[in-house]
């Protein structure tokens, strides 16, 4: 079993940069990969960006790609999201998520989530 916390939300202004944690409890954190996801007021959950366990492949949503990097460190059980030129339409909760499955926009294939952190971009 993975548990998961996420960290580094806030209120910041368009354009500024925010780097999200993911840390996780558990031995078994490295044969998991991690996506991230985030839920707007009103709007359903939608796919942020994804890491294979070791770190090899990377996905990105189109609305994020080129702004966003995820990475991890596994001897730290932790995933982490740069994200750079913040816009307010990124404003949402941000979840990450632990998943086996190779299938990785999907919220449905993870088994695991956080709490989420809000993050919020002022115009």
């Known amino acids: 079993q993975v548990q998961l916390v996420e960290s580094g939300g806030g209120l910041v202004q368009s354009g500024d940069s925010l780097r999200l944690s993911c840390a996780a409890s558990?031995?078994?954190?490295?044969?998991?990969?991690i996506g991230w996801f985030r839920q707007a007021p009103g709007k359903e959950r939608e796919f942020v960006a994804h890491?294979?366990?070791?770190?090899?492949?990377?996905y990105y949503a189109d609305s994020v790609k080129g702004r966003f990097t995820i990475s991890r460190d596994n001897p730290k059980n932790t995933v982490y999201l740069q994200m750079n030129s913040l816009k307010p339409e990124d404003t949402a909760v941000y979840y990450c998520?632990?998943?086996?499955?190779?299938?990785?926009?999907?919220?449905?294939?993870?088994?695991?989530w956080g709490r989420g952190t809000q993050v919020t971009v002022s115009s």
């Open positions: 890491i294979s366990w070791n770190g090899g492949r990377t």
């Open positions: 558990g031995r078994t954190f490295s044969y998991y990969a």
């Open positions: 998520a632990a998943t086996q499955s190779d299938i990785y926009h999907a919220t449905n294939t993870y088994a695991y």
